[in-house]
């Protein structure tokens, strides 16, 4: 059975840091492609940033210089760190493996 767990949410002003995580079991986290996708109220999900299986990462736009995503293979381990936090960060991050597997998502508030 594939678990995923996150934590690491919370509330912080803008500007702070975060560091988001996600312990995956269950299958082969060393040869899977995993990400971070977040959904605030009233949008659609949206993919945040992916790491493969060989540690080639992509962002979106808007996290591009703020956001580093990482992976502890060792640990069956995915990071988010997040930095310069902006309102507009404000959503519920979920873990994603393969493209098919969820975690129950974590809330991240930036206050203004």
């Known amino acids: 059975q594939v678990q995923l767990a996150e934590s690491g949410g919370g509330s912080v002003q803008a500007g702070d840091s975060l560091t988001v995580s996600c312990v995956v079991s269950?299958?082969?986290?060393?040869?899977?492609?995993i990400g971070w996708f977040r959904q605030a109220p009233g949008k659609e999900r949206e993919l945040v940033a992916r790491?493969?299986?060989?540690?080639?990462?992509n962002y979106a736009d808007s996290v591009k210089g703020r956001f580093t995503i990482s992976r502890d293979n060792a640990k069956n381990t995915l990071y988010l760190q997040m930095n310069s936090l902006k309102p507009e960060d404000t959503a519920v991050y979920y873990c994603n493996v393969a493209w098919t597997y969820w975690g129950q998502g974590t809330q991240v508030t930036v206050s203004s």
């Open positions: 269950g299958l082969s986290f060393s040869s899977s492609a």
């Open positions: 790491i493969t299986p060989s540690g080639s990462t």
